[in-house]
């Protein structure tokens, strides 16, 4: 377990140590002035993690990725590809057929990739470049860059089409949403975002959107069945079908964790359609439907919808520091963020340890830590 401590000690220390105070016109005098990490500088922070993370083994869903990597025996990059997921098989055989056939590197260059995508989205938008960091950590969803790492490169996909949202480049958006469904076709889960999340926050879309979600729990057999047959059934997956919909899904403690900005964002709505500002309003709408994926989750059962929320609970890494920074007064700003951060490092804590008790091995750099038994 010390190894996933440390990292994150070191990525939200270093995070805070390449900050840089920036002035923004839209923040009054009675909030704090924004804290921003360059592109450059947010990648040199997170390298501790791509490294670990990347070279890691026998952790996880690693070993799939590793018998599946080295079972692959192709002459072209569009050899063997899958009608579910040729965006991934396309990258894999890439990697394979020109760079390297060592699965650990491959693993490498896969966390690479996913962190870059997602650090280069907060460097963008996160008026509080350390918090995000915080947040990414404390909230767990650091651990899919080691478990569920197809996933998580579609998430940092669909998290990185932020900017064309922001930039209304529509057809952007379409583009890398078909990149990131090819990869994991989940990510169809969140393409309609472009269209419910912009615009007011908590506006009728989303409001019926999240209705609509709620309800839908009645009806989860059906969904988890649809899910099956367009997205497991003859994936890669398939043998864990049983164990996905057996499980008991996301618990409730994950639940009240992605209530928490939804509450936020209720309480400041006022402030919020005074501002009136895009992108802060997109990301409290991802939140507001990350909780009602969260709700269905835990009321339906299973692993599967747990991880679909990932897709939104991402967006609570801006949602925060730009409720913080912007919306919050000063000084309320400050006794919140060191709320959260007191919350979250708990919540880490019961994750890892008490729940998972993770250990990390990698055979590469000569470490095994806690993985006795496994």
Same mark, same amino acid.
């Given at each position: 377990?010390?190894?996933?401590?440390?990292?994150?000690?070191?990525?939200?220390?270093?995070?805070?140590?390449?900050?840089?105070?920036?002035?923004?016109?839209?923040?009054?005098?009675? @909030?704090?002035?924004?804290?921003?990490?360059?592109?450059?500088?947010?990648?040199?922070?997170?390298?501790?993690?791509?490294?670990?993370?990347?070279?890691?083994?026998?952790?996880?869903?690693?070993?799939?990725?590793?018998?599946?990597?080295? +079972?692959?025996?192709? @002459?072209?990059?569009?050899? &063997?590809?899958?009608?579910?997921? /040729?965006?991934?098989?396309?990258? @894999?055989?890439?990697?394979?057929?020109?760079?390297?056939?060592?699965?650990?590197?491959?693993?490498?260059?896969?966390? +690479?990739?996913?962190?870059?995508?997602?650090?280069?989205?907060?460097?963008?938008?996160? /008026?509080?470049?350390?918090?995000?960091?915080?947040?990414?950590? &404390?909230?767990?969803?650091?651990?899919?860059?080691?478990? &569920?790492?197809?996933?998580?490169?579609?998430?940092?996909?669909?998290?990185?089409?932020?900017?064309?949202?922001?930039?209304?480049?529509?057809?952007?958006?379409?583009?890398?949403?078909?990149?990131?469904?090819?990869?994991?076709?989940? +990510?169809?889960?969140?393409?309609?975002?472009?269209?419910?999340?912009?615009?007011?926050?908590?506006?009728?879309?989303?409001?019926? *959107?999240?209705?609509? *979600?709620?309800?839908?729990?009645?009806?989860?057999?059906?969904?988890?069945?649809?899910?099956?047959?367009?997205?497991?059934?003859?994936?890669?997956?398939?043998?864990?079908?049983?164990?996905?919909?057996?499980?008991?899904?996301?618990?409730?403690?994950?639940?009240?964790?992605? +209530?928490?900005?939804?509450?936020?964002?209720?309480?400041?709505?006022?402030?919020?359609?005074?501002?009136?500002? &895009?992108?802060?309003?997109?990301?409290?709408?991802?939140? *507001?439907?990350?909780?009602?994926?969260?709700?269905?989750?835990?009321?339906?059962?299973?692993?599967?919808?747990?991880?679909?929320?990932?897709?939104?609970?991402?967006?609570?890494?801006?949602?925060?520091?730009?409720?913080?920074?912007?919306?919050?007064?000063?000084?309320?700003?400050?006794?919140?963020?060191?709320?959260?951060?007191?919350?979250?490092?708990?919540?880490?804590?019961? @994750?890892?340890?008490?729940?998972?008790?993770?250990?990390?091995?990698?055979?590469?750099?000569?470490?095994?830590?806690?993985?006795?038994?496994?």
């Amino acid at each position: 377990m010390i190894v996933h401590y440390i990292l994150f000690f070191v990525t939200v220390l270093l995070s805070k140590l390449v900050e840089k105070d920036q002035k923004n016109l839209k923040t009054s005098e009675q @909030q704090q002035q924004e804290t921003r990490a360059s592109f450059i500088a947010a990648i040199i922070v997170y390298l501790p993690v791509i490294i670990m993370y990347g070279l890691r083994d026998n952790i996880g869903d690693t070993g799939g990725y590793i018998d599946t990597f080295n +079972a692959v025996n192709v @002459q072209s990059v569009f050899d &063997g590809l899958s009608d579910r997921n /040729p965006g991934y098989n396309i990258l @894999q055989n890439f990697i394979k057929l020109y760079i390297t056939k060592d699965p650990n590197i491959f693993l490498l260059i896969f966390a +690479a990739i996913s962190v870059i995508l997602m650090v280069s989205t907060h460097s963008r938008f996160s /008026p509080m470049f350390a918090l995000s960091s915080f947040i990414f950590f &404390g909230s767990t969803e650091v651990s899919y860059v080691f478990n &569920g790492a197809r996933q998580f490169l579609s998430v940092a996909i669909m998290f990185y089409t932020l900017k064309y949202v922001e930039e209304k480049k529509l057809w952007k958006y379409i583009l890398l949403s078909i990149v990131a469904a090819s990869i994991h076709q989940t +990510a169809v889960i969140v393409i309609p975002a472009y269209f419910l999340a912009k615009g007011k926050y908590l506006n009728v879309k989303i409001i019926i *959107t999240g209705v609509v *979600t709620v309800i839908a729990t009645a009806f989860s057999s059906l969904f988890i069945d649809y899910l099956n047959q367009m997205f497991i059934s003859e994936s890669v997956y398939a043998h864990y079908y049983d164990r996905i919909v057996e499980t008991e899904g996301l618990n409730i403690f994950r639940v009240l964790v992605a +209530a928490v900005p939804f509450a936020l964002c209720m309480i400041y709505k006022k402030r919020i359609d005074e501002l009136d500002d &895009g992108v802060l309003n997109y990301c409290a709408n991802m939140s *507001t439907l990350a909780l009602a994926i969260s709700i269905f989750s835990a009321a339906s059962g299973g692993e599967l919808l747990g991880r679909l929320a990932e897709y939104y609970l991402i967006y609570n890494t801006l949602t925060y520091p730009m409720l913080f920074k912007r919306v919050a007064t000063k000084s309320v700003g400050k006794i919140l963020t060191v709320g959260l951060m007191v919350s979250y490092f708990i919540f880490f804590w019961y @994750q890892f340890t008490v729940v998972w008790g993770q250990g990390y091995q990698s055979d590469t750099l000569g470490i095994s830590i806690g993985m006795e038994g496994i």
